[in-house]
Nanobody, 125 residues
Framework: QVQLVESGGGLVQAGGSLRLSCATS????????MGWFRQAPGKEREFVGG????????NYADSVKGRFTISRDNAKNTMYLQMIGLKPEDTAVYYC??????????????????WGQGTQVTVSS
């Protein structure tokens, strides 16, 4: 059974930092694209950033470039989202997602077929 489990969310003041984790299990994602998305109340789910597991290549939404960094730990089968310089507009539920084997990095959610349950990030002003 494939599982993606996010953790690390919480409440932080503006300018603060958080690191989210996405622990994977059930299959290998070594040939898959991985993504982080977020959804704020009343808004559509949006792409935050992505990583291709095998190459570690990444891309990011313009809104988070320079503040967010995605990485992975092969030994732990875990992907991370390091967030610094957090702003109130970063408040959302953050989801990790995985694409099928051989997938490429894409910024739309339909490219990913496995999703975690989400973790809440709240940034106070």
């Amino acid at each position: 059974q494939v599982q993606l489990v996010e953790s690390g969310g919480g409440l932080v003041q503006a300018g603060g930092s958080l690191r989210l984790s996405c622990a994977t299990s059930g299959r290998t994602f070594s040939r898959s694209a991985m993504g982080w998305f977020r959804q704020a109340p009343g808004k559509e789910r949006e792409f935050v950033g992505g990583l291709h597991w095998s190459s570690s290549s990444t891309n990011y939404a313009d809104s988070v470039k320079g503040r967010f960094t995605i990485s992975r730990d092969n030994a732990k089968n875990t992907m991370y989202l390091q967030m610094i310089g957090l702003k109130p507009e970063d408040t959302a539920v953050y989801y990790c997602a995985a694409g099928p084997p051989g997938s490429s990095l894409r910024q739309y959610s339909s490219a990913y077929n496995y999703w975690g349950q989400g973790t809440q990030v709240t940034v106070s002003s």
